[in-house]
């Protein structure tokens, strides 16, 4: 009999190395077919981000629970639920600026299509922490 218990280990291994393999793919790809690739992932109601949240708010239940069973150190639970907040914050910066990249990935690129280089400059002195 196969056992059951081993499935989730497996897929959250699988996943993860399908999360690698993607990774390597906006840098080969154009920037329609890259824009297309981060659209999915930074999706927010169905994309990598937002299941990875809903994951980490999962784990951070579980520690609570065992947290207060005094199986794992509290600070195992403020950590996960750091981490769930922080991806939360994250997610939500990023559906602010999900729309560029869409719309990016819904026309191939050309020339033509692709903005002046000082916006792109400006985007990167926006923020820094």
């Known amino acids: 009999m196969t056992d059951l218990s081993s499935y989730p280990i497996r897929l959250a291994e699988d996943i993860a190395g399908l999360i690698k393999t993607l990774d390597d793919y906006p840098d080969q790809a154009t920037p329609h077919q890259a824009a297309r690739i981060l659209g999915k992932v930074l999706d927010p109601e169905d994309g990598v981000l937002t299941r990875v949240t809903d994951l980490v708010e999962t784990g951070t239940r579980f520690a609570q629970s065992q947290a207060h069973r005094g199986m794992l150190p509290p600070e195992v639970w403020l950590a996960m639920g750091r981490a769930s907040n922080e991806l939360h914050s994250v997610a939500m910066d990023l559906d602010d600026h999900a ?31």
């Open 99 to 129: 729309d560029p990249i869409k719309q990016l990935g819904t026309t191939p690129t050309t020339a033509s299509t692709l903005p002046p280089s000082p916006v792109a400059s400006a985007m990167v002195v926006r923020r820094s922490r």
